[in-house]
C-alpha cells in the first residue's frame, strides 16, 4: 500500500493544502510534501493524527476493499470446448465461483449437448440467442428457440441440446454458480 499516496487522494478530497493539513497536525509542509511523494514514512502516532485531521481512523485506512471488476472482456473470459458433445461453454465473468451468480455463452453444434447437472439449491436462467435447443429437467423436455428464456428451480438432471439444424447459442446463468 502506498500510504503518502493514499494520504494525498484523502486531503485533495477534503479540499486542503498541504499547508492546512500541515498546520492541523502540527507537522511541516514539508513533511507532508515528503510523505505524499513516498519519500519518507510516518510514524504510528504521526499518522493517527494525520488520519485523525482527514477525519479517518487507522482501521478504517487500511481496510482496503479490493476494486469490484465491472466490466469483463474477451480476454477476461474463459473457454472450454467439449468436441465429443459438440459444446462450448465462455465463461462470460472470472471468478464467478466467488459471486453469487454465473453467467455462460453455450453454444452447441447441431445435435450437440452440454454436461449434465444434478440438481442442486438455487435457480437457473436462460434465453435463447441462435438456433433451437430443448432444456432437459429430470423427466421434463422443454423445446425453445431463439428469442425464449427458460427459468426454473433445478429439480433433476438439467442439460439443453441442440434440436435445430443451425449452430445454437444460449445465455445460461446458474446461481449459485455450478458450471
Same mark, same amino acid.
Given at each position: 500500500?502506498?500510504?503518502?499516496?493514499?494520504?494525498?487522494?484523502?486531503?485533495?478530497?477534503?479540499?486542503?493544502?498541504?499547508?492546512?493539513?500541515?498546520?492541523?497536525?502540527?507537522?511541516?509542509?514539508?513533511?507532508?510534501?515528503?510523505?505524499?511523494?513516498?519519500?519518507?514514512?510516518?510514524?504510528?502516532?504521526?499518522?493517527?493524527?494525520?488520519?485523525?485531521?482527514?477525519?479517518?481512523?487507522?482501521?478504517?485506512?487500511?481496510?482496503?476493499?479490493?476494486?469490484?471488476?465491472?466490466?469483463?472482456?474477451?480476454?477476461?473470459?474463459?473457454?472450454?470446448?467439449?468436441?465429443?458433445?459438440?459444446? /462450448?461453454?465462455?465463461?462470460?465473468? !472470472? %471468478?464467478?465461483?466467488?459471486?453469487?451468480?454465473?453467467? +455462460?455463452? @453455450?453454444?452447441?453444434?447441431?445435435?450437440?449437448?452440454?454436461?449434465?447437472?444434478?440438481?442442486?439449491?438455487?435457480?437457473?436462467?436462460g434465453y435463447v440467442l441462435a438456433g433451437?435447443?430443448?432444456?432437459?429437467?429430470?423427466?421434463?423436455?422443454?423445446?425453445?428457440?431463439?428469442?425464449?428464456?427458460?427459468?426454473?428451480?433445478? /429439480?433433476?438432471?438439467?442439460?439443453? !441440446? %441442440?434440436?435445430?439444424?443451425?449452430?445454437?447459442?444460449? +445465455?445460461? @446463468?446458474?446461481?449459485?454458480?455450478?458450471?
Open positions: 500500500m502506498e500510504i503518502g499516496k493514499k494520504i494525498k487522494r484523502m486531503r485533495l478530497r477534503l479540499g486542503l493544502t498541504q499547508e492546512e493539513l500541515a498546520s492541523r497536525t502540527e507537522l511541516t509542509k514539508g513533511f507532508i510534501s515528503q510523505l505524499e511523494r513516498e519519500i519518507t514514512s510516518p510514524s504510528i502516532a504521526t499518522l493517527m493524527d494525520i488520519l485523525e485531521a482527514l477525519g479517518s481512523d487507522v482501521g478504517s485506512f487500511f481496510n482496503e476493499k479490493e476494486n469490484e471488476k465491472v466490466v469483463y472482456n474477451p480476454d477476461d473470459m474463459f473457454v472450454k470446448e467439449e468436441t465429443e458433445q459438440g459444446s /462450448t461453454v465462455c465463461w462470460l465473468v !472470472t %471468478n464467478a465461483q466467488k459471486n453469487g451468480m454465473e453467467p +455462460i455463452l @453455450v453454444t452447441l453444434s447441431v445435435g450437440g449437448h452440454t454436461n449434465e447437472d444434478d440438481p442442486h439449491e438455487g435457480e437457473e436462467f433451437s435447443v430443448v432444456l432437459a429437467d429430470g423427466d421434463k423436455r422443454y423445446r425453445m428457440r431463439k428469442g425464449d428464456s427458460f427459468y426454473f428451480h433445478p /429439480t433433476g438432471v438439467h442439460y439443453l !441440446t %441442440n434440436s435445430g439444424r443451425s449452430e445454437a447459442r444460449v +445465455i445460461w @446463468v446458474s446461481t449459485p454458480p455450478s458450471f
